[in-house]
């Protein structure tokens, strides 16, 4: 099982950035695809990121494609998102979420641990 504790969010105005954080705990995070998901009140959660083992390979939602970086460090256990040219549409809490032993993954049924999530709020 791995724990996760998202941190970053914030309240940021439309053209600007933040980076997200994730610590995570448990042995099996180097070997867990690991996700950015998140969720707009009144809708559904989803898939905004992802990134694999390795950090060499990483899959995006067309939404923020070119505009949001997943990360992870292995050596330090997080995982980042780097979410530029923010819109207010992205406003959403975030969740940060393992699937462990899947090599990468953007489908939530696989993920098995989720952090408590972090707010995001753009201003337009």
């Known amino acids: 099982q791995v724990q996760l504790v998202e941190s970053g969010g914030g309240l940021v105005q439309a053209g600007g950035s933040l980076r997200l954080s994730c610590a995570a705990s448990?042995?099996?995070?180097?070997?867990?695809?690991m996700g950015w998901f998140r969720q707009a009140p009144g809708k559904e959660r989803e898939f905004v990121a992802a990134?694999?083992?390795?950090?060499?390979?990483?899959n995006y939602a067309d939404s923020v494609k070119g505009r949001f970086t997943i990360s992870r460090d292995n050596a330090k256990n997080t995982v980042y998102l780097q979410m530029n040219s923010l819109k207010p549409e992205d406003t959403a809490v975030y969740y940060c979420?393992?699937?462990?032993?899947?090599?990468?993954?953007?489908?939530?049924?696989?993920?098995?641990?989720w952090g408590q999530g972090t707010q995001v709020t753009v201003s337009s």
């Open positions: 990134i694999s083992w390795s950090g060499g390979s990483t």
């Open positions: 448990g042995r099996t995070f180097g070997r867990a695809a």
């Open positions: 979420a393992a699937a462990p032993w899947r090599v990468l993954s953007i489908d939530p049924a696989d993920f098995t641990s």
